[in-house]
């Protein structure tokens, strides 16, 4: 199964996305997700399909494919030939309006009312409109999927040929509408053309995540006497493994670990943290970050297409994409909205007829009708707000994997934390310990050769400190979920290093942090000290404050997890349970109140599936990572907040551009109808309801969230 990602230029609504979403589901598509905002198209194809044909298929719908790295320039030739084509249309709308301008000589005003002089101004704005429009509308019809350029051309087309037809029957003024016929033409253009901004404007996060991908390294290479020799290269080559220079001032060209120098790196591109963060050897830098003092060499962990700021790109990418579903309705109604409109546009005409006795005001009332009409507003209100809303999370170090969780925010109403590594820092030392049986040099053996195979934060913890230790060699050794490390000799001997669970049946003491036992002896114990998150108390207190209700639910002893709850400030605590149980409580708590579940080990992959919204931290466990809904990228909880804000801001955005689609097209249809506007009008405003959308979307730039620095 191969993923394929497009920029599909020529989408004007959202008929348009919906035609190509079916066309490739049709041909075998899967998970396809179609961006009216963005133009992306992604989908999975199996092995035996050709993307070729598919491509030419939806060449023959009448859009034109091009593949992710031309994006860019397709976006901005999307944009230029609509200002290119409403420019050449200009002169003809201009020269068409004069005689309605004051003061226009009564001579200068005869010429340009005659009707073939009409029909000659006209005549280029038209054959543009029947070129630009036509051909989409006619293969949009051929193939079953009427879209908004029918209308467009309909209405110009009943206009102009109402107007020759009076031409060429010498019918009088009372037949002449050419100007309507341009003005529709030109007007939609100049609409398409301040869509095209508004809508760049809500992309414009993401295009600055993207463009940080690409820049100029400085790779390290040797000659054949070990000289260095340091050499340009685009950050696109370079893979896992190579050496990099990096000074200041300079962005970092991909995700990299510095083997010499320090340096303060500038990571506000992905974090939202203004202040530069000091880093040295063995830290990691992320690409697209940069430099603001001192110089490191760094090798590279992973090659550009690789990287956390190419990962938060696709995924923002594909998020976008998806559709909330509260977009569901607005796309069953766009899929028949042409077809209607046009039923209503006939109706309109015949009742006006009758009403009116006349031709022309019932035609014009009809073609008003059908210019009015927006589906557009409709499809861009959801992928508008997303793409904004998303972006600017990406920015502030919140990475939303599914649009559709944006609107599960606004039904939060209790966030449910793991202990370890979530509200603490996960990192341990051992604060003391004691050995009951043997000798003390065997304990730290006996401990370190069975914790080295775990991956637990205390398990590594310990192994830090007790290295160089000699290896006690075991027949088998496996870590059994929610109580500890199991090594089998090959003697027979069982030992274990885990939770109180393994001790309980030889001592009442519950007050360690790791039991070690040899058959049914207790061997000794150890403590681990693990302090809470700097920002931990700071965001649960803004929770509270929100009226959010806060959960512990931890796999860690209750002594333990109630010590930290009462340094947090967190009433109700869920200790000593095992990662089926954690399963169990987040289900029981989910069905009480809608819940986030905050955790970052692998024990809690389950219980962030299973959450309303799973959250993860940045440097959790993969497979936590992959299982949560939203990754807060590093600075810990601090995050929080601004997700949970943003989330809210979003779908309330969504639910507004969504109403104001309704409405518009509820109001301006009838308006149209009863003469309220005229063509020429409608179709300015059938423009501009699009930008009303991007300008309420882009709005949540603006809005105030909590810091991701301090919650409060």
Same mark, same amino acid.
């Given at each position: 199964?191969?993923?394929?990602?497009?920029?599909?230029?020529?989408?004007?609504?959202?008929?348009?996305?919906?035609?190509?979403?079916?066309?490739?589901?049709?041909?075998?598509?899967?998970?396809?997700?179609?961006?009216?905002?963005?133009?992306?198209?992604?989908?999975?194809?199996?092995?035996?399909? +050709?993307?070729?044909?598919?491509?030419?298929?939806?060449?023959?719908?009448? &859009?034109?494919?091009?593949?992710?790295? @031309?994006?860019?320039?397709?976006?901005?030739?999307?944009?230029?030939?609509?200002?290119?084509?409403?420019?050449?249309?200009?002169?003809?709308?201009?020269?068409?309006?004069?005689?309605?301008?004051?003061?226009?000589?009564?001579?200068?005003?005869?010429?340009?009312?005659?009707?073939?002089?009409?029909?000659?101004?006209?005549?280029?704005? &038209?054959?543009?409109?029947?070129?630009?429009? *036509?051909?989409?509308?006619?293969?949009?019809?051929?193939?079953?999927?009427?879209?908004?350029?029918?209308?467009?051309?309909?209405?110009?087309?009943?206009?102009?040929?109402?107007?020759?037809?009076?031409?060429?029957?010498?019918?009088?003024?009372?037949?002449?509408?050419?100007?309507?016929?341009?003005?529709?033409?030109?007007?939609?253009?100049?609409?398409?053309?301040?869509?095209?901004?508004?809508? $760049?404007?809500?992309?414009?996060?993401?295009?600055?995540? %993207?463009?940080?991908?690409?820049?100029? !390294?400085?790779?390290?290479?040797?000659? #054949?006497?070990?000289?260095?020799?340091?050499?340009?290269?685009?950050?696109?080559?370079?893979?896992?493994? #190579?050496?990099?220079?990096?000074?200041?001032?300079?962005?970092?060209?991909?995700?990299?670990?510095?083997?010499?120098?320090?340096?303060?790196? +500038?990571?506000?591109?992905?974090?939202?943290?203004?202040?530069?963060?000091?880093?040295?050897?063995?830290?990691?830098?992320?690409?697209?970050?940069?430099?603001?003092?001192?110089?490191?060499? !760094?090798?590279?962990?992973?090659?550009?297409?690789?990287?956390?700021?190419?990962?938060?790109?696709?995924?923002?990418?594909?998020?976008?994409?998806?559709?909330?579903?509260?977009?569901?309705?607005?796309?069953?109604?766009?899929?028949?909205?042409?077809?209607?409109?046009?039923?209503? !546009?006939?109706?309109?005409?015949?009742?006006?007829?009758?009403?009116?006795?006349?031709?022309?005001?019932?035609?014009?009332?009809?073609?008003?009708?059908?210019?009015?009409?927006?589906?557009?507003?409709?499809?861009?209100?959801?992928?508008?707000?997303?793409?904004?809303?998303?972006?600017?999370?990406?920015?502030?170090?919140?990475?939303?994997?599914?649009?559709?969780?944006? $609107?599960?925010?606004?039904?939060?109403?209790?966030?449910?934390? #793991?202990?370890?590594?979530?509200?603490?820092?996960?990192?341990?030392?051992?604060? @003391?310990?004691?050995?009951?049986?043997?000798?003390?040099?065997?304990?730290?053996?006996?401990? &370190?050769?069975?914790?080295? &195979?775990?991956?637990?934060?205390?398990?590594?913890?310990?192994?830090?400190?007790?290295?160089?230790?000699?290896?006690?060699?075991?027949?088998?050794?496996?870590?059994?979920?929610?109580?500890?490390?199991?090594?089998?000799?090959?003697?027979?001997?069982?030992?274990?290093?885990?939770?109180?669970?393994?001790?309980?049946?030889?001592?009442?003491?519950?007050?360690?942090?790791?039991?070690?036992?040899?058959?049914?002896?207790?061997?000794?114990?150890?403590?681990?000290?693990?302090?809470?998150?700097?920002?931990?108390?700071?965001?649960?207190?803004?929770?509270?404050?929100?009226?959010?209700?806060?959960?512990?639910?931890?796999?860690?002893?209750?002594?333990?997890?109630?010590?930290?709850?009462?340094?947090?400030?967190?009433?109700?605590?869920?200790?000593?349970?095992?990662?089926?149980?954690?399963?169990?409580?987040?289900?029981?708590?989910?069905?009480?109140?809608?819940?986030?579940?905050?955790?970052?080990?692998?024990?809690?992959?389950?219980?962030?599936?299973?959450?309303?919204?799973?959250?993860?931290?940045? @440097? %959790?466990?993969?497979?936590?990572?992959?299982?949560?809904?939203?990754?807060?990228?590093?600075?810990?909880?601090?995050?929080?907040?601004? %997700?949970?804000?943003?989330?809210?801001?979003?779908?309330?955005?969504?639910?507004?551009?969504?109403?104001?689609?309704?409405?518009?097209?509820?109001?301006?249809?009838?308006?149209?109808?009863? *003469?309220?506007?005229?063509?020429?009008?409608?179709?300015?405003?059938?423009?501009?309801? @699009?930008?009303?959308?991007?300008?309420?979307?882009?709005?949540?730039?603006?809005?105030?969230?909590?810091?991701?620095?301090?919650?409060?």
């Amino acid at each position: 199964m191969e993923t394929i990602n497009w920029k599909v230029e020529g989408m004007s609504c959202a008929t348009c996305a919906l035609t190509i979403g079916k066309y490739l589901e049709k041909k075998g598509g899967r998970n396809v997700k179609v961006s009216l905002a963005s133009g992306d198209v992604s989908f999975d194809l199996n092995g035996d399909q +050709d993307s070729g044909q598919l491509r030419e298929g939806i060449h023959e719908l009448g &859009y034109n494919v091009m593949t992710e790295r @031309d994006g860019k320039a397709v976006s901005r030739r999307r944009m230029n030939r609509h200002l290119r084509y409403f420019l050449f249309c200009l002169p003809s709308g201009i020269l068409l309006g004069l005689p309605m301008v004051p003061g226009i000589p009564r001579a200068a005003m005869h010429v340009f009312m005659q009707p073939w002089v009409q029909f000659a101004i006209a005549l280029p704005a &038209y054959l543009t409109g029947l070129a630009f429009f *036509g051909r989409s509308a006619w293969k949009g019809l051929r193939n079953g999927m009427p879209n908004m350029n029918l209308l467009i051309i309909t209405g110009a087309t009943a206009a102009f040929g109402y107007s020759l037809a009076g031409t060429l029957l010498r019918l009088g003024p009372d037949y002449q509408f050419y100007e309507t016929a341009a003005w529709i033409i030109m007007l939609v253009l100049l609409g398409y053309y301040v869509e095209d901004a508004s809508v $760049e404007a809500t992309q414009r996060s993401l295009k600055r995540l %993207a463009i940080s991908q690409k820049t100029m !390294a400085n790779m390290i290479a040797f000659d #054949d006497r070990h000289q260095e020799i340091i050499f340009p290269v685009e950050s696109g080559q370079l893979r896992s493994g #190579d050496l990099v220079l990096i000074r200041a001032g300079e962005q970092v060209p991909a995700d990299c670990r510095i083997l010499w120098g320090a340096a303060g790196v +500038d990571q506000s591109i992905l974090t939202g943290e203004s202040l530069p963060l000091d880093k040295g050897a063995k830290d990691g830098l992320i690409g697209g970050s940069w430099l603001v003092s001192g110089t490191v060499k !760094a090798q590279v962990t992973a090659a550009a297409d690789q990287s956390v700021l190419a990962g938060i790109v696709r995924l923002v990418q594909q998020a976008q994409g998806e559709k909330p579903p509260l977009q569901q309705l607005a796309d069953r109604i766009s899929a028949v909205f042409v077809p209607v409109v046009l039923g209503l !546009a006939a109706v309109c005409l015949i009742a006006n007829y009758l009403y009116l006795h006349a031709a022309g005001p019932a035609l014009m009332r009809s073609v008003a009708v059908m210019v009015i009409a927006c589906p557009c507003a409709m499809g861009l209100a959801t992928p508008a707000a997303i793409a904004v809303g998303l972006g600017r999370a990406a920015r502030n170090g919140v990475l939303i994997r599914n649009a559709r969780h944006l $609107e599960a925010f606004r039904h939060i109403r209790q966030v449910i934390f #793991d202990k370890t590594g979530t509200l603490t820092t996960g990192e341990f030392s051992v604060r @003391d310990w004691q050995a009951l049986s043997g000798s003390p040099e065997e304990f730290r053996q006996i401990v &370190y050769s069975l914790e080295k &195979y775990s991956n637990h934060p205390i398990a590594r913890s310990i192994t830090r400190e007790w290295k160089d230790r000699p290896n006690t060699r075991w027949a088998n050794v496996e870590e059994i979920r929610g109580l500890g490390m199991r090594g089998t000799t090959a003697e027979g001997d069982i030992y274990w290093a885990g939770s109180y669970k393994v001790a309980e049946r030889l001592t009442a003491d519950a007050s360690h942090s790791v039991y070690v036992v040899c058959n049914d002896r207790l061997l000794g114990w150890i403590d681990v000290r693990d302090a809470p998150r700097p920002e931990a108390a700071t965001v649960i207190r803004w929770l509270r404050e929100k009226g959010m209700h806060v959960v512990l639910l931890s796999g860690d002893r209750k002594e333990i997890c109630d010590a930290v709850a009462k340094e947090l400030g967190i009433p109700e605590v869920l200790a000593e349970r095992t990662p089926e149980q954690k399963l169990e409580e987040v289900a029981r708590l989910n069905a009480r109140l809608p819940a986030a579940m905050v955790g970052d080990g692998i024990n809690d992959a389950p219980a962030l599936a299973k959450a309303t919204i799973g959250i993860s931290l940045s @440097d %959790a466990s993969r497979l936590a990572m992959q299982t949560a809904d939203v990754v807060l990228i590093e600075r810990g909880l601090s995050r929080l907040p601004a %997700a949970l804000e943003l989330g809210r801001y979003t779908f309330s955005t969504i639910r507004g551009n969504l109403f104001w689609a309704f409405c518009y097209n509820v109001i301006a249809i009838p308006v149209a109808a009863l *003469g309220g506007l005229n063509p020429a009008v409608a179709a300015l405003a059938m423009g501009l309801s @699009d930008v009303v959308l991007a300008a309420n979307s882009l709005r949540l730039y603006s809005k105030k969230i909590a810091s991701p620095c301090h919650a409060h």
